[in-house]
């Protein structure tokens, strides 16, 4: 299982490197290393486990962060009610943003990075909708529109795969500088 000491931290060059392209189908390795990802969302996600294994909570993971450059990272986001369908689950790989909303789109609470170990605050601005095109585990094409919070995890994890960190777009002079077309996601 994935562990907070296999998540690198900043410092580590794979975290601002270029990912490279997923090729299909995928090696065993690749299907063990996205099985691993999916459960360290699942196992941080639950409140007795993250204390008894020390995880870090998280919506999104991506393969860089766990030192393997390459365009892969999974992502799974709880609906308000735990019983209900997680609002999204998928490994997304060789991920491409298609088409997107001119309005941006931020986290009220701004945004937190299991490879950041310090508090960053401010508006990390994004596309409040995107349209996402990705493969996932079974070499499948998808074409998917998110919106809102769903939307702004898919786009951090993404940004992970160009060597993008959250803060990389917080406004350095006002950190909660706010256009009025600005959607505030909480
Ligand atoms: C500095 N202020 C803040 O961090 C911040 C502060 C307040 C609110 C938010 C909303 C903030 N922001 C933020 N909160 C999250 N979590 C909320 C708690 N949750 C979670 C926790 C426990 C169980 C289950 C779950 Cl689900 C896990 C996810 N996650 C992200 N990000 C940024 S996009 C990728 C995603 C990620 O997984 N980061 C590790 N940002
Ligand atoms: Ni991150």
Same mark, same amino acid.
């Given at each position: 299982?994935?562990?907070?000491?296999?998540?690198?931290?900043?410092?580590?060059?794979?975290?601002?490197?270029?990912?490279?392209?997923?090729?299909?189908?995928?090696?065993?390795?690749?299907?063990?290393?996205? !099985?691993?990802?999916?459960?360290? %969302?699942?196992?941080?996600?639950?409140?007795?486990?993250? /204390? #008894?294994?020390? &995880?870090?909570?998280?919506?999104?993971?991506?393969?860089?962060?766990?030192?393997?450059?390459?365009?892969?990272?999974?992502?799974?986001?709880?609906?308000?009610?735990?019983?209900?369908?997680?609002?999204?689950?998928?490994?997304?790989?060789?991920?491409?943003?298609?088409?997107?909303?001119?309005?941006?789109?931020?986290?009220?609470?701004?945004?937190?990075?299991?490879?950041?170990?310090?508090?960053?605050?401010?508006?990390?601005? !994004?596309?409040?909708?995107?349209? %996402?095109?990705?493969?996932?585990?079974?070499?499948?094409? /998808? #074409?998917?529109? &998110?919106?809102?919070?769903?939307?702004?995890?898919?786009?951090?994890?993404?940004?992970?795969?160009?060597?993008?960190?959250?803060?990389?777009?917080?406004?350095?002079?006002?950190?909660?500088?706010?256009?009025?077309?600005?959607?505030?996601?909480?």
């Amino acid at each position: 299982m994935i562990k907070m000491r296999d998540i690198i931290r900043e410092g580590n060059h794979t975290l601002r490197a270029e990912a490279k392209p997923v090729k299909f189908p995928l090696s065993e390795a690749d299907q063990k290393l996205a !099985r691993d990802m999916m459960e360290y %969302l699942e196992n941080s996600q639950d409140p007795e486990l993250a /204390k #008894k294994y020390g &995880l870090r909570a998280g919506v999104g993971l991506a393969a860089p962060q766990v030192d393997v450059s390459e365009q892969m990272a999974a992502v799974l986001v709880p609906s308000e009610n735990e019983d209900d369908e997680p609002v999204f689950k998928d490994v997304i790989i060789n991920p491409v943003i298609i088409s997107h909303s001119v309005q941006p789109g931020a986290l009220t609470e701004g945004e937190g990075c299991l490879s950041v170990d310090r508090d960053i605050s401010g508006y990390v601005i !994004r596309h409040d909708r995107i349209t %996402l095109r990705y493969y996932n585990m079974a070499g499948e094409q /998808k #074409k998917i529109r &998110l919106k809102n919070y769903p939307a702004i995890v898919c786009q951090h994890e993404i940004d992970h795969l160009h060597g993008i960190l959250f803060y990389d777009h917080i406004n350095e002079a006002n950190p909660f500088a706010a256009d009025d077309d600005l959607v505030l996601i909480s």
